[in-house]
């Protein structure tokens, strides 16, 4: 395995280092383009979004909910002033989610809305993933950005925690973080020359309720799997984490299972494996299903296990901005990267199974 692995890097390494060369004279070059892109995240913009998203108003984003519907609907707005081109339902940016509902109850997933019609009509609830294209200059090669949007509802809703008279789950770290940089990747890379591969940025829903969002769109996507080289997530990151070397800094799930993570290190950028490798992070968000489908798909966050996961106090006043900022900027490269570099490849049995239980490497008793 460990030579196949240096062949794999050496390959990643020979490519990025092409990309990063000396661009011929009056050309701006790949590193220089990056940064450009890179600075078009600003602070005011991120707080904006963040504080939106996480706003009393979305009423903690539970799937199928009305706030988690006004979010969707925001995000499809900030979409549309990117310049994606939409790839939800009936030529909008919405794909409409069918789940299984009722009052007081945790939604569900279901296979069909043929299914769905057969319910009564009080447990028929919609959700909505978010869908927009950055098209490349090939169709047949596909990246995906996703963050999941949804978070845990109001406290008798779900599974929210109260503190004192919060009723309200914000989630602004997680993960309306986490979409935000999904809406500044969007514009920022927008902006610029027209990448290589297409791009699919996808804010899904209900993750918090098992991936609901992630597997309907799998099972739906907007550019057959079959074409997608690569899946980045991007999962709470509105607080430092010092095992991430700090503000601005950032770790990746599953870093020793593809190239993906060895091609963002030859290109300078501040990300490092996971290094909280027995709390299985690369298998609790939706990278996963795309990574059981196949395709490399990792996560990047800085969650530092702060105490208000999951609680009312989640709540963009407690975001650190110019880290959160920085991050994005980082992960602007990175799909700048992946979108115009080589295509991410499994390192020789790293691939995790279609199903079954997934082997942790360097966790005791895992």
Known sequence: MKTVRLLLVGGATLAVACLAGVSPAGAQSPAAKREALEQRVTEANVRAELFALAADSMEGRMTASPGGARAARYIAAQMKAAGLRPAGDSGGYLQRVPVLTGEGSTPRSLESFAVWNLLPENKRGIAYNVIGILDGERSDSAVVVDAHYDHLGTVGHGPCRALGADSICNGADDDASGTV???EIAKALASGQKPHRTIVFVATT???VG???TRWYIAHPAIPLDK???NLEIE????PDSLAGGPG???LTGYDRSSMGDMLAVAGLPVVPDKRLCQGFFERSDNIAFARAGIPAHTLSTFDLHADYHRADDDARLADIPHMTGVIR???GAVDLLGNGPAPQWYDGRKPPAVGRIAMVGCPGR
């Open 236 to 239: 709470m990151i509105d607080r």
């Open 181 to 183: 940089a999904v809406i």
């Open 206 to 208: 209900g993750e918090e």
């Open 249 to 251: 800094r950032a770790w």
């Open 228 to 230: 997608m080289t690569a």
């Open 211 to 213: 991936l609901i969002g």
């Open 330 to 332: 980082a992960a602007v």
